[in-house]
């Protein structure tokens, strides 16, 4: 992994990315209780093809057993990521959401090392944004200094440059 370390090139600057969660009443696609219901479905099929966009990625810490997770909960391990990039993330905190690696320790914070144009907005969308607050901050590249910050109770945090 590669850390959020000073590079910087003529054309663009090198940023630590954080994203920070505050659950509210319970994590991102929690079992959080309530009413139970019973649907009985009829056998049917489907066809076609599904197309992932170009520049999609998976944040490296995932509530998955089959896929191995990398940590990327602090400035030394921030995932690296294109500069024009979706990137689909997961984040819960202990003991709340889905079973699975990340269910007992939980995942509260995810940084990401980016380089990022001027003119360029870094767009933060809440799946769950009735069940937890994230918010999102754009550090130097040390990984130290808040050089802006996003902390809405909104379902989309976005710091433009």
Do not use: R, W
């Amino acid at each position: 992994m590669a850390s959020c370390k000073n590079i910087l090139s003529h054309k663009s600057h090198k940023y630590c990315v954080i994203v920070f969660m505050i659950v509210l009443q319970s994590a991102c696609g929690g079992d959080g209780g309530g009413n139970t219901s019973t649907a009985t479905l009829s056998a049917f099929s489907v066809q076609g093809s599904i197309v992932v966009s170009a520049g999609s990625i998976v944040d490296s810490d995932i509530n998955n057993t089959n896929n191995p997770n990398i940590s990327n909960n602090s400035p030394s391990g921030a995932q690296v990521i294109p500069s024009f990039s979706v990137l689909g993330g997961y984040v819960n905190q202990a003991m709340q959401g889905p079973n699975g690696p990340l269910f007992e320790s939980g995942d509260t914070s995810d940084y990401f090392s980016i380089y990022l144009y001027a003119g360029q907005s870094i767009v933060l969308d809440i799946y769950d944004s009735a069940n937890a607050d994230l918010d999102l901050y754009l550090l130097d590249s040390t990984g130290q200094i808040v050089l802006d910050s996003s902390v809405s109770t909104s379902a989309s945090e976005t710091l433009p440059l």
